[in-house]
């Protein structure tokens, strides 16, 4: 996490529990010692969600992996903001359809991080998408929320951005995929050198006998 976002949990976690104390206090009538229970709780419980944690800390890692893992927690760290902002910009588009959309983005974010964070050496496959096309992603639904409120409506702009959000998210579809595809790379080559290993100690599978058939015992 970013050192500007150093101690935001507690400051997130103390004004909830300000704001909500006196409307359970108040404006529902609980009791005070009460609210005050509910709303230290409900603040502490804000603090604890937000609280920074250290991408990859258990990877023990070194020379260039772990140069790789550095950088992919920067990336990460830099990109979980935007992420962020997607998801609160879903709820600011009054459109449905690219309301979905931005939420969906907002998802495949979500896919891409923790695919990065189970191996943080597939980093250079998104490394585009990180840096470029999720600020893009985050700028433009605000941009779309901003010009749906806007007093004069702007139909050409609206169009526009909203062709572009569509064009964002075949482009994150992209993304995912590749990191897909990678896995399957992987398990392609796994499956080579499996049958490489079972072919020298068993010999090839087109001379091994065929298993016995259960049905000719019980004859």
């Known amino acids: 996490m970013p050192p500007a976002l150093s101690g935001m949990n507690w400051i ?39 609280s920074p944690r250290r991408l990859f800390e258990g990877l023990d890692a070194s020379g260039a992996a ?17 992420a962020v902002r997607l998801e609160v910009a879903v709820s600011s588009i009054g459109t449905p359809r690219v309301a979905e959309r931005v939420r969906h983005l907002a998802r495949i974010s979500r896919e ?16 585009r998408f990180l840096t470029y096309y999720l600020p893009r992603a985050a700028d433009l639904a605000e941009a779309y929320a901003l010009l749906e409120k806007g007093s004069t409506r702007d139909t050409a702009r609206i169009t526009a951005t909203a062709d572009l959000i569509d064009r964002l998210d075949a482009a994150f579809t992209h993304y995912a995929a590749n990191l897909q595809d990678a896995d399957l790379g992987n398990l392609d080559i796994e499956l080579k050198l499996l049958k490489s290993s079972l072919d020298e100690d068993l010999g090839p599978s087109s001379r091994l006998p065929a298993p016995p058939d259960p049905g000719k015992g019980r004859a």
Not at 20 to 39: D, E, H, K, N, Q
Not at 66 to 82: N, Q
């Open 66 to 82: 772990r140069g790789k893992i550095e950088f992919a927690r920067d990336l990460l760290t830099d990109a979980e903001p935007l």
């Open 112 to 127: 891409i991080f923790a695919a990065i964070e189970d191996d943080p050496l597939r980093i250079d496959r998104v490394r």
């Open 12 to 50: 997130v976690g103390g004004a909830a529990a300000a704001t909500l104390l006196p409307v359970l206090a108040i404006s529902l009538g609980m009791p005070f010692w009460i609210a005050c229970i509910v709303s230290a709780a409900a603040g502490g419980g804000l603090v604890a969600l937000l």
